[in-house]
Nanobody, 114 residues
Framework: QVQLVESGGGLVQPGGSLRLSCAAS????????MSWYRQALGKERELVAGITRRGGSTNYGDSVKGRFTISRDNAKNTVYLQMNSLKPEDSAVYYC???????WGQGTQVTVSS
C-alpha cells in the first residue's frame, strides 16, 4: 500500500531554513505528481507546493512563492521541500501527498519561533 514518510521538520528561528523530505513507497513514484501540504493549529490543510511526475513543472501557494522550492528525485522515490526565509506563520505540520491517492503520511512538525 501507499506509504509516505515525512522528515526534516524542527524548530527554527525566523529567517532560517529547513529541508523537508518525503520518502514514498507502495506505488510507482515516477508516475505521479506530488504535493506538499501544511496544516497549522486550528486551520484547514492548505496546498504549499506541487511538482509534476518528472519535475518539469512546479506550482506554489502565494504565501510561499519565492521562499520555498519543491523538487524530487525519482531514483530515490523522494520529494523535497526546501524552505528559506521562514516566518512564524509557516509553523505547521507538513505533509506530502501523491496525486490520485488518498493516503497521507504522519507529517513533520515545523515550528518557526525565536
Amino acid at each position: 500500500q501507499v506509504q509516505l514518510v515525512e522528515s526534516g521538520g524542527g524548530l527554527v528561528q525566523p529567517g532560517g531554513s529547513l529541508r523537508l523530505s518525503c520518502a514514498a513507497s507502495g506505488f510507482t513514484f515516477s508516475s505521479y505528481a506530488m504535493s506538499w501540504y501544511r496544516q497549522a493549529l486550528g486551520k484547514e490543510r492548505e496546498l504549499v507546493a506541487g511538482i509534476t511526475r518528472r519535475g518539469g513543472s512546479t506550482n506554489y501557494g502565494d504565501s510561499v512563492k519565492g521562499r520555498f522550492t519543491i523538487s524530487r528525485d525519482n531514483a530515490k522515490n523522494t520529494v523535497y521541500l526546501q524552505m528559506n526565509s521562514l516566518k512564524p506563520e509557516d509553523s505547521a505540520v507538513y505533509y506530502c501527498k501523491a496525486q490520485g491517492f488518498r493516503s497521507w503520511g504522519q507529517g513533520t512538525q515545523v515550528t518557526v519561533s525565536s
